[in-house]
């Protein structure tokens, strides 16, 4: 009598239509997570890096640059990999490319 009544007493099963729906639901605000994540961090990103790989690429001869380690020079020789900054009248040093960071305006460096 006990396990009859409490069998009757249980929620009714939902349709399957309507389990979809929950679960999409319950998936809204991770997948809006994503979204906002993508557009405030990874596509700025992406595009800074795109503007510093052209601006790499776009070096030239006697161009004044600053590094990451803070050295400020002027391009002697380019490389593919690498190129020679001139520090100081007959000081020059071999950087990666990629290590420079901003090309400065001419008469910059006196």
């Known amino acids: 009598m006990f396990i009859s009544s409490a069998i009757a ?6 349709a399957a239509g309507g389990d979809m729906q929950s679960t ?3 998936m809204l605000p991770l997948v809006l997570m994503f979204v906002v994540l993508y557009f405030i961090m990874i596509r700025p990103q992406m595009k800074r890096q795109k ?7 776009a070096l030239a ?22 190129l ?6 007959g000081v ?16 910059t460096i006196k």
Do not use: C, F, W
């Not at 503007?51 to 690429?57: F, L, N, P, S, T």
């Not at 950087?95 to 960071?101: D, L, T």
């Open 61 to 82: 001869k006697g161009d004044e640059v600053a590094t990451a380690g803070g050295i400020l020079g002027r391009v002697s020789r380019l490389g593919d990999p690498y």
């Open 51 to 57: 503007e510093h790989r052209a601006m790499v690429e």
């Open 9 to 14: 007493q249980t929620a009714p099963a939902p």
């Open 24 to 26: 999409l639901v319950s």
């Open 84 to 89: 020679t900054v001139e520090i100081a009248n």
């Open 92 to 107: 020059e040093i071999q950087v990666q490319r990629s290590a420079v960071v901003q090309v400065l305006p001419k008469g």
